[in-house]
């Protein structure tokens, strides 16, 4: 059955420094969306991703954050200057034709930012 | 206001009952209804969706959504210990899920 992957699956960083969350989607799948988590809160909406650009973001998603689909495969999470509060499980989801479609969560990334 | 609420549990079923589990949501504008659960340290695995008022069963679970009312409801039949997890629920009126904090379900042998 397809699913969602995400690598690395734990993260270790300073804060300042940047860093990259990777997520391969379901190969069919046209909507592309990045969550957080943090350790013991309820997981949040960051960013959704459509046809090339952002559809919509969280207050959150501020100018630190940035989004990209590379390649055919991979859609990333840039964070550009890591903050103690950043530290999170970040999770990649996707969904299949249009917004009102399930949304399937890849198994996420904790970030630890020290 | 919160715009997704549950029950704030944590829910204390003995093994082979109903587990039921209630949600609320304040934006009138949602159509679309889903029921995920996670596991401890792990992502939100979907369980349900919902999209028309009324009933919708699946396996041992069943999804109920009364529109008017703004409710959104999951009942767990036969609980088995490997239900035990957090049940989430999540309510879609853009693009963006919206997460309710969750009802933690415990199933005793």
New interface residues.
Partial sequence: EPEVTQTPSHQVTQMGQEVILRCVPISNHL?F?W?RQILG?????LV?F?NNEI??K?EIFDDQFSVERPDGSNFTLKIRSTKLEDSA?Y?C?SSEYS??Y???????TRLTVT | QKEVEQNSGPLSVPEGAIASLNCTYSDRVSQSFFWYRQYSGKSPELIMSIYSNGDKEDGRFTAQLNKASQYVSLLIRDSQPSDSATYLCAVKPDYKLSFGAGTTVTVRA
């Fill in positions: 909507y969306y969550y809160q309820k997981v949040e909406f959704s459509y559809s919509e969280s499980m999770f989801a917004s009102e399930e949304q399937y969560f890849g198994p996420g």
